[in-house]
């Protein structure tokens, strides 16, 4: 699958509208959460939240087997499809090179950016511009920017369909006042609310 990835920008650039993904868990249930805003102006055009049974284990570097089934369901559930999806995940910055944002960029054929909040894998490479690359293999698979001063930084890579270079500036456009771009931002907050509204009501 890593193959079949597409590093380069085939999708409408600039896109009209930006997609937040993101996946929550409680017990047994897996929540899917999928945002859709206009870009660049960042306004909410829609929001979809789904709930299934989630049946694949957590093993460590394969959770994108995991997450796949219900991102798929929650960008399914939305009644316009994005022009790009911002994954709260992985894309290339991965052991294997196929994180969740990789792996559901591939298999729906979705333009796709990797937004995550660790660093799963290689090192950070200092340099003068106003991100940091991650090197794994002395191959670059992502960035490292502080989004926001105080703030612990990000992590931007390749999901499908996309170069980095137009990863890091799409990610940077969808910026505000907040650590996360507003994409991710949303589903993930959304997505946290449903999981302790499922944790409230037992």
């Known amino acids: 699958m890593v193959r079949r990835i597409i590093e380069e920008d085939a999708f409408l650039n600039p896109p009209l509208t930006v997609c937040g993904l993101d996946v929550s868990y409680y017990n047994q249930t897996a929540i899917g959460v999928a945002v859709l805003l206009t870009f ?30 219900v991102l798929s369901l929650a960008y399914n559930a939305l009644s316009t499809k994005p022009d790009l999806c911002l994954v709260d995940a992985h894309g290339q910055a991965h052991p294997r090179k196929l994180g969740a944002a990789s792996h559901f960029g591939v298999l729906r054929n979705v333009p796709t950016i990797g937004v995550a909040k660790s ?3 290689g090192k950070i490479q200092h340099s003068s511009k106003p991100f ?12 490292r920017i502080v989004s926001r001063i105080g703030c612990n930084p990000i992590y931007i890579s390749i999901g499908h369909r996309i170069s980095l270079e137009t990863a890091v500036d799409i990610t940077q456009k ?21 999981r302790l509204k499922l944790k409230k009501e037992g």
């Open 40 to 69: 660049p102006d960042l306004e909410l055009i829609e929001q979809q939240i789904v709930y299934t049974k989630s049946t694949v284990p957590y093993i460590p570097t394969f959770l994108s087997f995991r997450e796949y089934p």
């Open 132 to 143: 940091e690359t991650i090197v794994l293999n002395d191959e670059i698979i992502g960035v």
């Open 119 to 121: 660093l799963l894998c």
């Open 174 to 194: 969808c910026l505000t006042k907040y650590r996360l771009p507003e994409p991710t931002r949303l589903a993930h907050r959304m997505a946290t609310q449903a």
